[in-house]
């Protein structure tokens, strides 16, 4: 069974930096995807961005691009998402999701409702 353990996360002034980190275990296949998405107070889950594996392509919001940047440990099955100049608009609970490459279309990997395994969530919050 797929299993994601979260970790990083906390509480930044706008403009500060946090580093989330992902770590995957129980996949099969070698070639799947990883992603973190977020869900504010009364608003849908969104993502952020994703990256595939092993393969290390990745994709961004538009709303995190050049602030955000999304890597991978293959050795660890682990993705780092390290987030900068965050905004108080980033604040919201971050979730690890990954799937098979079968699921996920490239140009929609960001659409969550595709996505099977998720993480428990970590919660980031961002003042003014």
């Known amino acids: 069974d797929v299993q994601l353990v979260e970790s990083g996360g906390g509480s930044v002034q706008a403009g500060g930096s946090l580093r989330l980190s992902c770590a995957a275990s129980?996949?099969?296949?070698?070639?799947?995807?990883m992603g973190w998405f977020r869900q504010a107070p009364g608003k849908e889950r969104e993502g952020v961005a994703t990256?595939?594996?092993?393969?290390?392509?990745?994709l961004y919001a538009d709303s995190v691009k050049g602030r955000f940047t999304l890597s991978q440990d293959n050795a660890k099955s682990t993705v780092s998402l390290q987030m900068s100049s965050l905004k108080p608009e980033d604040t919201g609970t971050y979730y690890c999701?990954?799937?098979?490459?079968?699921?996920?279309?490239?140009?929609?990997?960001?659409?969550?409702?595709?996505?099977?395994?998720w993480g428990q969530g970590t919660q980031v919050t961002v003042s003014s």
């Open positions: 990256i595939y594996i092993p393969g290390g392509y990745t």
């Open positions: 129980g996949y099969t296949t070698n070639n799947y995807y």
């Open positions: 999701a990954a799937d098979s490459d079968v699921n996920i279309p490239p140009s929609l990997a960001l659409e969550s409702g595709r996505w099977n395994y």
